[in-house]
């Protein structure tokens, strides 16, 4: 039995499977599996499947207890190859890929389905519509091998899309396995900050008391959770203001502030954590987000619901380990700074970042006057795009020390300014922009004043591309080593009790026995050197984390 087998589901639960040889061809005549789950269980010794979607096909196999080590996701290498030529936006399902490469119809993606394989029965779930035959399939993935050899440096475009396929298995796995969640635990700090739920949809105790204490501030009837009114109200009382946000209001000096912004913050705890999500979300003692891996154009991770990417530290009280067992979470120090210097192979930048220490004050140290302060505005200025007023002396600071990391997110503005693509160290493609519309599609901000310009807008959107361009050569590149992270720990748990339960942009949860705790601290710390030795080549740029084993998620920050 070779180690590369194809795989395409078929209907009825079966598959479709054929051996795959050094080169990536078939070596042996396609079978047909009645049951998906057991034509991968019954060989053991592919380290590889190549198949149409890992979405589709992993949570089935979980569902039955099988797991694998490694896999190619066509659709996701497709997404990737794309935008790395130039084409962005167009279908990435394999039945436009086949339509592209045969030059027939080109089928727009379908809407995204739930991973999830609680929600129905994955085993026989009719098949997907744009699923292609085996043959179909092997054909696109033999058009993305010759794609792949023709990018600017194939080592580290393959790198990519591997690395995305170990993400979209670990994806599948934290879908599957949830973070552990405390239901009882989340009643009673819901009932602490908000008090008791009235019947039916009202506003709970604690919501209601504090939307009179608004009222009475301003003499009259007052809806805090609607803005235009709260705006209206500053007005009639001789305050102006242009929005509700926090940092605006709590420059004013008038009684209705204190209680609006504690009716503000547990508005939004109750609306975006409350009973109802409680009930939506946590099943058999877990939160099961379902998380996409680079579904942003940058490459980090989101999730179709749940608000998993932004869990209050007050809610983080229910995410409690199991009897005996603890969570393991680790932060990733300071890591795009660190990412520029390896990126941008700046001598003095890559020396400091090679520290585990506090970066930003050995940055003060050697341009700032040990100013920390002014270093990291600096450095966050310099990735994010602050180049105007202070931002600009201190970066003119900052170049003088380190001219090549300043000079390679410069480089990256002007060429998002012109319309170029930019790309990250592995070849990740932020998609030139002509307008809006485009900007949406591809999930890059453009300015606000866009619209105050005119038919050309032009200005304001060179602008924003920049800015966007700047900054995506550092975080496409974190979220690129991320995967790497993510793979590397993912091999070094097998074997244990340990499971992945939780990732977003710079952290990552391990939920593991109490035992297996320092094994699970180090295996961290192991994958991060290997994760920076894939990505950036022999730098001296360390990635450190700071790691705590605690049994609740909010005792760890």
């Not at 034509?39 to 979607?53: H, I, L």
């Not at 497709?78 to 279908?91: A, D, F, K, V």
């Not at 901000?445 to 800015?467: I, M, V």
Request: proline share 7%.
């Amino acid at each position: 039995m070779t180690g590369r087998w194809a795989l395409a589901p078929v209907e009825g639960g079966g598959a479709d499977v054929v051996p795959l040889g050094p080169d990536d061809l078939p070596s042996g005549p396609v079978r047909r599996e009645p049951d998906l789950a057991e034509a991968v269980r019954s060989r053991p010794g592919v380290t590889r499947w190549v198949w149409r979607s890992t979405a589709e096909v992993y949570p089935r196999l979980l569902a039955a207890g099988v797991r694998v080590e490694r896999c190619h996701d066509v659709e996701d290498a497709e997404t990737l190859l794309l935008g790395h030529e130039g084409r962005s936006g167009e279908p990435r399902n394999a039945a436009a890929a086949l339509g592209r490469l045969r030059g027939g119809p080109v089928p727009p993606d379908p809407p995204t389905r739930n991973a999830d394989p609680s929600a129905q029965d994955p085993l026989f779930e009719a098949a997907d519509p744009v699923d292609v035959p085996l043959a179909d399939l092997l054909a696109v993935y033999a058009e993305q091998r010759r794609r792949l050899a023709a990018t600017a440096h194939p080592d580290r475009m393959a790198l990519l899309l591997a690395a995305e396929s170990a993400g979209t298995l670990v994806a599948a796995e934290m879908n599957r396995t949830g973070l552990p969640w405390r239901a009882d635990v989340h009643r009673e700090v819901l009932r602490g900050l908000l008090g008791e739920r009235y019947p039916g949809a009202g506003e709970p105790r604690r919501l209601a008391e504090l939307a009179d204490e608004v009222s009475a501030a301003f003499g009259r009837r007052v809806r805090p959770d609607l803005p235009a009114d709260v705006v209206k109200a500053f007005a009639q009382a001789g305050v102006r203001v242009r929005s509700t946000r926090r940092w605006e209001l709590s420059k004013l000096d008038h009684p209705a502030v204190p209680p609006l912004l504690e009716y503000k913050r547990l508005y939004r705890i109750w609306v975006a954590h409350g009973w109802s999500w409680l009930q939506d979300w946590v099943r058999e003692g877990r939160f099961r987000p379902e998380f996409l891996p680079a579904g942003t154009v940058t490459g980090r991770w989101v999730t179709h619901g749940g608000g998993a990417l932004q869990i209050p530290k007050v809610i983080r009280r229910a995410v409690i380990a199991d009897p005996g067992w603890r969570l393991v979470v680790a932060d990733a120090d300071q890591m795009e700074p660190r990412v520029l210097a390896a990126i941008s192979r700046d001598p003095a930048f890559m020396k400091v970042a090679g520290r585990e220490s506090d970066l930003y004050q050995a940055v003060s140290e050697r341009a700032f006057a040990g100013d920390r302060d002014r270093a990291k505005i600096a450095v966050l200025g310099a990735i994010y795009g602050q180049t105007s007023g202070d931002g600009l002396k201190n970066l003119a600071a900052l170049r003088r020390r380190f001219p090549l990391a300043v000079a390679h997110v410069d480089e990256a503005a002007r060429a998002g300014e012109e319309g170029r693509l930019v790309r990250t160290w592995l070849g990740r493609t932020c998609p030139p922009v002509g307008g809006q519309e485009e900007a949406e599609e591809a999930g890059i901000p453009l300015a606000e004043d866009d619209d105050e310009l005119g038919p050309g807008r032009s200005t304001a959107t060179t602008r924003a591309r920049g800015r966007f361009a700047r900054n995506f050569v550092v975080q496409g590149s974190a979220a690129d080593w991320t995967f790497l992270l993510l793979a590397a720990l993912r091999r070094r748990l097998r074997g244990l009790a340990a499971e992945l339960v939780f990732f977003q942009h710079d952290e990552v949860i391990v939920h593991c026995p109490a035992g297996e705790a320092e094994q699970v601290t180090a295996a961290i710390r192991e994958s991060s050197a290997e994760a920076a030795r894939l990505t950036f080549g022999d730098t001296p740029v360390r990635f450190p984390f700071t790691t705590a084993v605690v049994e609740c998620y909010a005792d760890a920050k």
